[in-house]
């Protein structure tokens, strides 16, 4: 690691790339997590329809939050 300390600006990229990865990773493990809730409801409304898996729950959770996430006013500074 003697050449990071050299390069101040290469160990701090890498610190960041390592910091987003991380978020990355704990994000799709917390999305996934409540993806089970989602699953558990949609097999119980409409189970004897259609049911659905996990990762179509995660799909649908990631769907529903770009369709009715929180918006921010385009006023507002």
Do not use: E
């Given at each position: 690691m003697g050449f990071l300390d050299d390069v101040p600006f290469l160990k701090r990229m890498l610190e960041m790339g390592y910091t987003i990865a991380l978020v990355v990773l704990i994000s799709g493990i917390v999305g996934l997590i409540l993806a089970f809730p989602v699953k558990i409801l949609w097999n119980f409304v409409f189970g004897s329809i259609h049911s659905i898996n996990v990762w179509q729950a995660w799909a649908l959770?990631?769907?529903?939050?770009?369709?009715?996430?929180?918006?921010?006013?385009?006023?507002?500074?």
């Open positions: 959770n990631v769907l529903a939050g770009i369709l009715f996430g929180q918006k921010t006013p385009t006023g507002s500074k």
